[in-house]
């Protein structure tokens, strides 16, 4: 599973990215917005740290200033992922982008009827929002699994991009069902590292290293 930060927080990118840990970035004008930075200034920033797709979302919302805007996005750098919505004319404009070469990322996915769509018009990555599903009491997870099985059903290479993602929780679901990536908030995953066993065992380890005298530099 590649594990893509859901922030454009540069300096959270970053951390993440020298932990190893990180395949890509999703961003959205929600967090451009929290960033207070230019988009296509932070854009840019981000994909000179991270390797691996770097998502900006278009803001237009007619087919032609999509692709308009999907291909001054593009421009920024080789790893952006065009970010549209999931409307039909950003399908329409997902085509002519995909067909263009760039990567594009479908986002705002609610239904495996949408994520059926997306995979027909050339998506790299369909995001479907796990979090706001269970936010209005439905079963996000059950999302993941029906797409899975549709992709599945018909060899589709669109990736699962699982995103909207709340706990780490989420990310272990969505890794048992098979989403080929998932975009949290960097918070979440550092949290992945986690377990109170663990800090319980090396403070007794460390303890008893003390006692001991154990020296190994
Ligand atoms: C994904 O690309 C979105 O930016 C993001 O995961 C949305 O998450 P939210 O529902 O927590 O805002």
């Given at each position: 599973?590649?594990?893509?930060?859901?922030?454009a927080?540069v300096?959270?990118?970053?951390?993440?990215?020298?932990?190893?840990?990180?395949?890509?970035?999703?961003?959205?004008?929600?967090?451009?917005?929290?960033?207070?930075?230019?988009?296509?200034?932070?854009?840019?920033?981000?994909?000179?740290?991270?390797?691996?797709?770097?998502s900006a979302e278009?803001?237009?919302?007619?087919?032609?200033?999509?692709?308009?805007?999907?291909?001054?996005?593009?421009?920024?750098?080789?790893?952006?992922?065009?970010?549209?919505?999931?409307?039909?004319?950003?399908?329409?404009?997902?085509?002519?982008?995909?067909?263009?070469?760039?990567?594009?990322?479908?986002?705002?996915?609610?239904?495996?009827?949408?994520?059926?769509?997306?995979?027909?018009?050339?998506a790299?990555?369909?995001?479907?929002?796990?979090?706001?599903?269970d936010?209005?009491?439905?079963?996000?997870?059950?999302?993941?699994?029906?797409i899975?099985?549709?992709?599945?059903?018909?060899?589709?290479?669109?990736?699962i991009?699982?995103?909207?993602?709340?706990?780490?929780?989420?990310?272990?679901?969505?890794?048992?069902?098979?989403?080929?990536?998932?975009?949290?908030?960097?918070?979440?995953?550092?949290?992945?590292a986690?377990?109170?066993?663990?800090?319980?065992?090396?403070?007794?380890?460390?303890?008893?290293?003390k006692a001991?005298?154990?020296?190994?530099l």
């Open positions: 599973m590649k594990f893509f930060a859901d922030t927080d300096d959270a990118i970053r951390e993440l990215n020298e932990l190893g840990l990180l395949d890509g970035v999703t961003t959205n004008p929600s967090l451009i917005m929290k960033s207070g930075r230019d988009i296509l200034e932070v854009t840019k920033e981000i994909c000179d740290i991270v390797d691996g797709p770097v278009v803001i237009a919302t007619e087919s032609d200033a999509m692709i308009a805007e999907g291909k001054k996005l593009a421009a920024i750098a080789d790893n952006i992922a065009v970010k549209v919505p999931l409307t039909l004319d950003g399908l329409k404009a997902c085509k002519v982008l995909s067909e263009d070469g760039h990567m594009v990322n479908v986002t705002l996915c609610f239904s495996a009827n949408q994520a059926l769509l997306a995979a027909k018009a050339g790299t990555f369909i995001s479907p929002f796990i979090g706001r599903l936010d209005i009491n439905l079963d996000g997870m059950e999302l993941i699994s029906e899975r099985q549709v992709y599945d059903n018909y060899a589709f290479e669109t990736q991009l699982a995103a909207s993602i709340r706990t780490v929780n989420h990310v272990k679901d969505a890794a048992m069902i098979g989403a080929d990536v998932m975009t949290a908030p960097p918070g979440v995953i550092k949290s992945l986690s377990h109170p066993l663990t800090d319980k065992g090396l403070a007794a380890f460390l303890a008893d290293s001991a005298g154990i020296k190994i």
